[in-house]
Every structure is written in C-alpha cells, then in structure tokens.
C-alpha cells in the first residue's frame, strides 16, 4: 500500500475507534426493553376483556345469523309466522281489503286513506262490485303513479296443532269463524276415537283476519307446522276488467247498430243479435270469473288439522319432570345449535380449501419472512 | 453451538443462550466485548456523530435483547449484532436526512476537541462523501480493529472476493478525494 493510502487508513482507523468514554448502551437497552415491556403487558390487560367481548359479540351475531331457529318462537317450526307478517303488511297496504272487510279495519292502516268523499260503490248498470277509493278499476285502469296499487293477493294457510284435547281444540278452532261477516267453515272433519282422535279444518276466513285467527289458535294448542302462501291475482283481475270493458263496448256498439237500422234486413238484423248473443254470453262467463277472484281474494283459506301428542307425551308427569323435560328439550336445542354451527364451520373450511390453503401459504411466508427480517433489522 | 471458543473462554453464543435463560449478566459479558467496537462503527458510520452513535447502537442492543430467543446460531453472534448496528445506522442516518438535518460529528469527543482532531474528522467525512453508502459501509467495517476481511465479507453478505474488490474501488476513489482535497 502506498503513502496516502496508509495515511487514509490510519484515519480510518482513527474515525471508526471510540472515544467517547465508558458507555452502557446495552443496560440503557435492557431497562428500556422491561420498561416497554410492562407497558405493553398493561396495555395487554385492558385490551383482552375489550378484544374477548367484542369475540363473544361476534360468535353470537354469526350464531344468530347463521341458526334461524335460535330468533324464533320455540312452537313454530317454518319460516311461515315472517311470511304472515309480510303478508299481513301487503293486505294492509291494499285498499280493496280494506273496503271488503270493513269490520278488520282496525288492523290496517288503510281506513286512514278511506275519506268520507269516495266510499264504497257499485258501478252502475254493469251489476259489478267495484272495490276501491272511490275509483273503478275499470273506469280508470291507469291510476296515477303514486297512487297506491290495488292489490288482490289470494293467502291460503295451513296449521298443525297438537293437543291432549283434540275435541275441544277443533270446537275452539270451529268457534273463530265470524260468520256475520261472511267467514264459513268449509270442511269440518274428525276422525278417530280415544286417544288417536284427529280433526281436520278448512275454514274461510276474512282476508285481514288470518294473523288473528292464527294468533288464536296458537293459544289453544302447540304449533308444530305453519305455513303461508299468497298468490297475488291482480294481473289477473286486471286482464278480465279489460276483456269486460271490450266486450260492453262491442255490445253498445251492437246495440247501435241495432238502433240506426231499424229498416235494414231481417237477415242482417238476425245476425247482430246472435253477435250481441255472443258478446253477452262472454260478458257474463267474464264477471262470472271476476267475481270468483273476488271471493276468493275476500275470503282466504286456513287449513286446521289438530292431532293428539305421541303416545309417551300423555303420561301423567312426575314431580320435576316438566322441569327435566324443559331441561331436555334445552339441551337438544342447543345441541342441534352446536350441530349447525360445527357443520357451517366445516363447510366453510371445507368448501373454501382453495382459498385457505394459499392463503396459508402466503401468511406463513410472509410470517417467517416479517420474523426474519426483524431479527435482523 | 460450542458452549466454549477455542481459548477456553465461554462463546458469544453460549452467552447470548445464558441471557435468553434470564442470566443478565451474560449480555453485559457480550457488550464487554463488543460494545466499544459497535461503537466505533456506528461512529463511522453516522459521519463522527457520536449521540447518533449512541444511539444506533442502543437500539441494536434492543434489537438483540428482543429477538435473543429466535437467533438460529445460522451466522456467529457478531455477525448478528454488527448487521442489526448497520441496518439501524442507515435507518437513523435515512430519518436525520429526512428531517434535513445535515449529519455532522459532535464536539464532545476529547480527541475532537483538538483543532487537528476537528481538521482530520472534517477531512475525513469530505472524502467520506464521495463513496456510496455501500462503499462507506465496506471501508469503515474493514478498518475496524480486529475486523477480518472474512467477518466483514459475512457481516455485508457478500463474498471476500466482492469484498476486495469494493474495498479496492473504494480507496482509490478515497485517494483520488485526498488527492484533490490536499491540492485545494
């Protein structure tokens, strides 16, 4: 090495020695290490309440979300009560119901939109019920765009109950018909004698009173099954009022033609008739159809059938047995909750293999290479 | 791993297992023999700076404490802890230039205090500038005391060879720095 350059180094050297005096860095460190330390573990006290409540929360909502069975009513077995409840709300929105069962009208919030000025009316002339506020569909089939829609939504029902009593449950379910408002009951049937009696229901009911009559029977007997279905027949309803107001058109025009040809030929004349025969024929099979939506838009159908408890149910219970019973029937349920929840996991952690495994993959890379790096940062 | 070197004396490595199993004492022993040097290089390497020294050198030793229990022994212990007191010295030389503090060697050395000391310290991070922090790295590791060509080539993680020749490089562009400086 040449002169400058061992000059250079000799500099170096000197730059690269210290000189600073006696020096502890590395107890400075470790204080400042447990100091960090305990903070963090303080720090770490408060956060695991805060984290393990915000976790419970979590499992519970996805518990809740995940097991349908764990928000409803213990009685009820199908989705049927929220259909009711849905439904309840479309019938309540639809003015015709309103207008149909006055007697429910309570229970909606359609009076509220029933003035004094637009009552009920029978369209003159045409021997057709019309049902609405004031307006006749067939009148004005196309109502103002915020106008509410008429609806006519046709709900069928079906319940089974169980019950020691089989006889005085089917007399209660018979007892819910209000017949002064039209409601029958359509089959009434029961079956069997002794212990393995069955009664069968199909009643009509009023529209509106459905949830009613279904609340009241919950309170008779235990629910195993209910379910709703409603079938909206306002296409429907719609379609006929044009045919009909077509085939009256044809008809006033037959009858005008009828009318400015007194003179014309007897052929001729002959020949309107059997065409106005025609049009009257069909007018009459379409109100005929009409008038069947309505009745059965008016009146739903609710299908009861009451059966007796399992043989083994009906032994007169011991002492603490209704407490073990309810304790069993606990567990079962929170057994079948687990169950669900177990198979969500599993299915889950199954379906998603494709997704768990890089993703895996990637975390335990990125784990070792994040680890390494800060021991050797 | 050797619990004993082979001059009897107890290994960096047995040491650091020593202070990882709650023996304290035992990272006093590792800074006894390594601490002044980790110095030196911080020194160095934060252009004669000496609280930044303390500094880089005080969070190595954090670094070590911390991460003790998951050094695999894959490179010696000094290797380890003069790589951690690189990485910080380029982090805390990165935050005084983002902070547009310009790094400048502190007065409280003795030796500084000396206007000679102050001339050849002012000098020497002159020609110091005009290497690449690569190459500031590589000579001021090489000129360390007791520093073999082979410990700085495994601190660096490269080979002797690229070690030679970045040296070599690196003082012919500091010679030709002196050169210059001295005609001025």
């Known amino acids: ?377 | 791993m050797k619990p004993r070197g082979t001059d009897g004396s107890v290994t960096d490595e047995a040491l650091l297992a020593r202070f990882s199993g709650g023996d304290d004492s035992a990272l006093g022993a590792l800074a006894e023999r390594h601490e002044s040097r980790l110095l030196g290089l911080a020194l160095g390497l934060c252009r004669g700076n000496e609280s930044l020294a303390r500094e880089a050198v005080q969070e190595a030793w954090v670094r070590v404490i911390r991460h003790a229990r998951a050094f695999r022994g894959r490179s010696s212990f000094s290797t380890w802890v003069y790589r951690i007191t690189i990485n910080r010295c380029r982090d805390l030389n990165a935050r005084e230039r983002r902070a547009s503090r310009p790094v400048a060697a502190s007065s409280s050395s003795p030796d500084a205090r000396d206007s000679s000391g102050v001339q050849e310290v002012e000098w020497l991070q002159t020609v110091l500038d005009r290497l690449d922090e690569r190459g500031r790295e590589t000579v001021i590791l090489c000129h360390l005391r007791g520093m073999t060509h082979e410990q700085a080539s495994a601190v660096l993680g490269i080979p002797v060879g690229t070690l030679k020749t970045r040296m070599r490089r690196a003082m012919r562009t500091l010679s030709d720095a002196a050169g210059s400086e001295a005609k001025r």
């Open chain 1, 1 to 377: 090495m040449n002169e400058p350059n061992d000059t250079l180094s000799r500099a170096l050297e000197r730059a690269s020695e210290w000189r600073g005096g006696e020096t502890a860095q590395w107890r400075m460190a470790l204080e400042r290490v447990r100091h960090e330390d305990r903070r963090r573990s303080a720090e770490r006290i408060l956060r695991w309440p805060v984290a393990g409540l915000a976790a419970a929360a979590a499992v519970v909502a996805l518990v809740a979300l995940t097991i349908p069975e764990s928000g409803r009513a213990p009685q009820s077995t199908s989705r049927s009560t929220e259909d009711a409840r849905d439904f309840s709300r479309m019938v309540a929105m639809s003015p015709r119901t309103a207008h149909e069962m006055p007697a429910l009208a309570p229970q909606s919030d359609a009076p509220a939109r029933r003035t004094p000025a637009s009552p009920p009316f029978r369209e003159a002339g045409t021997g057709f019920e019309v049902w609405s506020n004031g307006r006749s569909a067939d009148a004005d089939p196309l109502p103002a765009p915020w106008a509410p829609i008429d609806r006519t939504i046709v709900r069928q029902a079906t319940m089974s109950l169980r019950t020691v009593d089989v006889r005085k449950a089917f007399n209660s379910a018979l007892g819910l018909v209000d017949t002064l408002a039209g409601e029958f009951a359509e089959r009434a049937a029961v079956s069997g004698e002794g212990d393995s009696l069955r009664g069968s229901i199909t009643l009509r009911i009023g529209a509106g009173r459905v949830d009613e009559v279904m609340r009241s029977l919950r309170e008779v007997a235990e629910v195993i099954e209910e379910n709703t279905i409603a079938e909206d027949l306002t296409e429907r309803v719609t379609d006929l009022g044009a045919r009909l107001r077509n085939e009256r058109r044809i008809e006033a025009e037959l009858l005008a033609l009828l009318d400015r040809r007194p003179e014309a030929p007897l052929a001729d004349v002959l020949t309107v008739r059997n065409s106005l025969e025609e049009v009257r024929l069909r007018i009459e099979r379409l109100e005929a159809n009409r008038a069947g939506l309505d009745n059965r838009a008016r009146l739903s159908s609710l299908r009861i059938e009451i059966v007796p408890p399992p043989s083994e149910d009906r032994r007169e219970p011991k002492e603490g047995a209704a407490f073990l019973a309810s304790l069993r029937k606990s567990f079962a349920r929170g057994a079948d909750a687990l169950g669900e929840s177990v198979s969500l996991i599993v299915e889950v952690a199954v379906g998603g293999l494709v997704i768990w495994v890089p993703l895996i993959v990637v975390g335990f890379w990125l784990y070792r290479s994040l680890a390494w790096r800060a021991t050797w940062a």
